[in-house]
């Protein structure tokens, strides 16, 4: 009998990586909001046809790529942000794993359009089935423009897995809330079908928070915040009074990343103790900033799961801050400052 292993073309082992980065529209979302941040920019455009399925697109001022860079950016494991284990200990940026773009690019059309500041002429590149299938000089602002075009048009069980159009819009929603809301000193726009669906200044987190959540935020919130040598911890939580039966607007963002922690959850509901229904959830936006080195965040592909090195006393912190806020509540209900 002859051997009978081989390795799996370029092609369908990107397509095959791609399931594990973008399993809809809202994952390409995700990957390039964060990718227009990491660049800099300060304007981040967001533009949807039908849902995402037919065009997801990203238009940032950030610092651009070179003609070579736009090419390689779409290559696996091709990354500007990491170079060393150390520093992938020590990330800064939301990007690491120079994943997103090789599989956007093995699953759907992509046209990349980009200008560096010190290049007179921009590059613009059409990318399918992972190959570039055409690159030519062009004029562009500095910034990048990228567009994925018929997500999954080559994976057909795929595109037929996509759900409803409203389905896949309210995850667009939500992954443009979380960075929006991560980043509120950037400004954020999001067109669906050519219509205006968000126009966020710039401005401080308390606007940007009641702008993505609502107006009944407004007179609702409680400031947060406590400056420790291992945590900062800032943002707002509901007052007891907008605690609600069903998990209401939920969000943590560590060192700007949002995540997800069923433990950090425990330690903000247990905060508020006796003040809240012990069936009900409370609302909270905060921000926890620590060194990088106290987190691992490469525990999942999408970076939603993270893992401290101490959660004994992230718990405790966490707990300590909320508490304080709450606290400093009851003594005056109607202080509040703003981030
Ligand atoms: P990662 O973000 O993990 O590095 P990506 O596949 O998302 O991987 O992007 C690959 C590389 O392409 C990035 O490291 C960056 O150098 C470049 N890149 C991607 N998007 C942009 C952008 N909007 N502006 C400038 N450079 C970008
Ligand atoms: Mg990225």
Do not use: W
């Amino acid at each position: 009998m002859s051997d009978i292993i081989q390795l799996l073309p370029d092609h369908l082992a990107n397509q095959i990586a791609a399931g594990e980065v973008i399993q809809r529209p809202a994952s390409a979302v995700k990957e390039l909001l964060e990718n227009a941040v990491d660049a800099g920019a300060t304007s981040v455009q967001l533009i949807i046809e039908d849902a995402g399925k037919a065009l997801v697109q990203v238009i940032d001022n950030g610092k651009g790529m070179s003609a070579t860079d736009a090419r390689m950016a779409f290559e696996r494991h091709a990354t500007s942000k990491i170079k060393s284990i150390e520093d992938l200990f020590n990330i800064r940026t939301m990007g690491f794993r120079g994943e997103a773009l090789a599989s956007i690019a093995a699953v759907a059309q992509v046209e990349l359009k980009t200008r560096r500041a010190e290049d007179e002429l921009g590059t613009r590149i059409f990318i399918e089935n992972s190959k570039v299938t055409d690159q030519e000089p062009v004029n562009h602002p500095v910034g990048t423009s990228i567009a994925m075009k018929n997500v999954f048009f080559n994976v057909p069980a795929r595109r037929n897995f996509l759900k409803s159009n409203s389905t896949e819009l309210r995850n667009i929603i939500d992954e443009f809330t979380r960075v929006a809301m991560a980043f509120p000193n950037v400004q954020f726009t999001m067109h669906s079908n050519g219509q205006q669906v968000f126009f966020l200044e710039k401005g401080s987190a308390k606007q940007r928070i009641v702008q993505l959540l609502g107006n009944q935020y407004n007179a609702k919130l409680v400031a947060i915040n406590d400056d420790t040598d291992y945590m900062v911890i800032r943002g707002f939580i509901g007052k007891p009074d907008t605690a609600r039966k069903t998990r209401g607007d939920q969000y943590f963002f560590v060192n700007n990343r949002f995540i997800k922690s069923a433990y950090l959850n425990h330690a903000v509901t247990n905060a508020y103790d006796n003040l809240i229904a012990k069936d009900s959830y409370p609302s909270y936006v905060l921000y926890i900033d620590l060194d990088p080195t106290e987190v691992d965040i490469n525990v999942h592909p999408t970076k939603q799961e993270i893992k401290f090195t101490d959660e004994k006393i992230a718990y405790a912190f966490v707990q300590a801050a909320i508490k304080h806020g709450l606290a400093q509540f009851s003594l005056s209900p109607s202080l509040d400052f703003s981030l």
